[in-house]
């Protein structure tokens, strides 16, 4: 692992374990430090204090911001498996399974006040800025959270809507990290531009990434999971596929999605993904984002060593096998 | 209607008509929009109207703090209402029915998101304060719902937990509304204590009138509802009662809750509250816990006039029939 990564991931972890949560009423607290405890890669603060680095010397002042917005993804997650009715986050029961809906619909709405908490403990000059930015984000990630939803009950969406959603639920959160940090330490200029096309960039060639090795991964002996498509999750692959498909390809995916979740519904997607050439098409669009943020990383004119991993995130987060 | 109650009243309606929401995604949008036009008396918006008015001219650069309270109100009642399984608001359907369980808990994270935004909207001199106020009271609010869950499953609750309860759940809502309004004007002085000590008090005092009339009220030809106690709700008048009552009377009142909600559990349970007093006890309640938010309005120095339909307020809230 890059070592300035490494070195920010473990003080994150450890100003995770120290954020002031009390005890009571347990009920409404012990959740919020359960989830916040699961660990991950913890992206989006590592994000936040290369932010500030890259437009200061220090990121000290920056933990709160970071911490703002970890708390603020694990609260889109609790409420998010909610919605997804998801029992298993991080191989442990989710907050809803392991307590119960209540408790979790009032822990996540917490977690969001905390979010803000943090937000409020920066440098009082950027204040107002901050807020606005953290502010648009969590009310644009809702956004792409019941666009999510709604493109779920419809039979085909258009690539330019799919991407809409992706931008919204998942990339703005990793552009609203990176520029809080930097607005945290007193950058506003020209250059915010450049990270919102970093981030953003780096958020869809991730999400494809992701979409590709379910399907094309592959796991040490060559096996494909197929996950997604065994859940008839909508990815940048069905996406893509039903926008290439002829009437005949297009009536084999409906089929397979209409019957039962197995081997033979994987084999037929996988068939008509093939035919399409769905797989070189993924790669294609994953190097043309990572090499877009990559150019707009060049362009910042900001401290070596945070730019150094920021590169190094890129590739990490898009690299052809986990 | 005391006049400028009239006044602030039609001007926070109009304002709510304005609040910027956008269109879509509509079932994100839509909701928010419903549950905030269902009307009410609109009492926490109106506070933070005076707030501003007792220490200023004028209160116009203090809509957008009131809005931020009615929104934030609001948005306790949408996940309130999925966590009861209410079905009815104001007489139409709660957004969770009328809608759905994730539209309703999406829809309510955009309120709280919504509320910030408003509050972010007032003089910039003020806004740590504000900011700092409004979160400490949201997470207050989150506290009171989760110990009022918690409560509902113990046999008996102390009355100085159930006051804490209610001080947090309902209390300090009005509070922060009130000193929200003066913070965004400019005043910080020590007679937000004052602020303080009348609006909580006017709290209890309007939630102790509240469970009274519910029992002893009466409809104009005198017949008592009795809904909370058929509903099985844990109120002022119960846990009272359940801290009076001698080991027959508590046995009277277990056994009455545990057999069907009917008449004659309403019956049982009055007549164990004429025994105890408990309907001059609770008059006496709201007599002193409204003196004495009359008596810290009298201590602050402030608008004339806001005064005034304060004091009205209070008697206005806890008058003997409504």
């Known amino acids: 692992m890059d070592a300035l990564y ?16 009390p005890d009571e009423p347990k009920n409404l607290y012990e959740p919020m430090r359960y989830i916040l405890s699961l660990g991950g890669k913890r992206v989006r603060p590592v994000l936040t204090l290369l932010g500030a680095k890259l437009f200061s010397d220090s990121f000290e002042s920056s933990l709160s911001q970071a911490l703002a917005v970890e708390v603020f993804h694990n609260f889109t997650l609790l409420h998010d498996d909610m919605m997804d009715g998801a029992e298993i986050r991080r191989q442990v029961p989710t907050v809803h399974k392991k307590w119960d809906e209540n408790i979790a619909l009032l822990s996540g709405d917490g977690m969001l006040v905390l979010a803000y908490q943090l937000i409020a403990n920066g440098s009082p000059e950027s204040l107002a800025n901050r807020l606005e930015l953290f502010s648009k984000t969590a ?21 330019e809507d799919y991407l809409k959603m992706i ?9 609203g990290s990176i520029k809080l940090g930097a607005m945290n330490v007193g950058y506003y200029g ?18 494809v990434q992701d979409d590709y090795l379910d399907a094309f991964g592959g796991d040490q002996f060559g096996k494909v999971s197929g996950g997604d498509i065994l ?19 297009k009536k084999r995916l409906r089929d397979a999605y ?4 197995n081997e033979s519904r994987i084999k037929a997607v996988m068939s008509v993904y093939s035919e399409l050439g769905i ?11 990572s090499d877009q943020a990559i150019k707009a990383l060049e362009l910042i004119d900001g401290n070596a060593d945070a730019k150094k991993t920021l590169s190094w995130l890129v590739n990490q987060l898009v690299k052809r096998k986990v």
Chains 1, 2 share one sequence.
């Open 6 to 21: 490494a070195e920010l991931l473990a003080r994150i972890e450890k100003e995770i374990k120290q954020i002031s949560i």
């Open 139 to 159: 009310m644009e990630v809702c956004e792409g959270q019941q666009l999510d939803m709604d493109y779920a009950l419809l039979d085909e969406v258009p690539m």
């Open 279 to 289: 797989e070189s098409l993924a790669q294609t669009e994953v190097e043309s984002r």
């Open 190 to 207: 020209e250059q915010l531009e450049y990270l919102t096309q970093f981030t953003e960039s780096m958020g869809l060639a991730f999400q």
């Open 258 to 261: 209409a019957a039962p979740a």
């Open 167 to 175: 931008r919204l639920k998942t990339a703005v959160l990793l552009s």
């Open 231 to 249: 859940e008839g999750k909508r990815t940048w692959l069905t996406i893509k596929a039903f926008e290439l498909a002829n009437d005949d390809q």
